[in-house]
């Protein structure tokens, strides 16, 4: 099992950064997982946003967010980054941590075992 708690979320104007952290623990090493940042907006369904693989090389990004989002992972720390640049208000979403151990589908949050609980990012005009 793995348990993964997101935090950095927040409030922030149009055009400003954050950086979310989404910690994992549990039996199952984190550092052999493929980890992910989805979103889901009020009323919409849940969306992919961004995933790297165990060895940090190679991440992918949904074209919403390519150029401005960047995801970096420390596996020492068990630990995925999320740095969010030139926020817009339609960034505004409950941001996701997930890990999988699967190699397909990777877009998809059917591929993905684990999820955190959460972390409301809001983004203001």
């Known amino acids: 099992q793995v348990q993964l708690v997101e935090s950095g979320g927040g409030l922030v104007q149009a055009g400003a950064s954050l950086r979310l952290s989404c910690t994992g623990s549990g039996r199952t090493l984190i550092d052999v997982l493929t980890m992910a940042w989805f979103r889901q907006a009020p009323g919409k369904e849940r969306e992919f946003v961004t995933a790297i693989s165990w060895s940090g090389g190679s991440p992918y990004y949904a074209d919403s967010v390519k150029g401005r989002f960047t995801i970096s992972r420390d596996n020492a720390k068990n630990t995925v980054y999320l740095q969010m640049n030139s926020l817009k208000p339609e960034d505004t979403a409950v941001y996701y941590c997930?890990?999988?151990?699967?190699?397909?589908?990777?877009?998809?949050?059917?591929?993905?075992?684990?999820w955190g609980q959460g972390t409301q990012v809001t983004v203001s005009s």
């Open positions: 997930a890990a999988t151990s699967s190699v397909v589908a990777l877009t998809t949050g059917a591929a993905y075992s684990y």
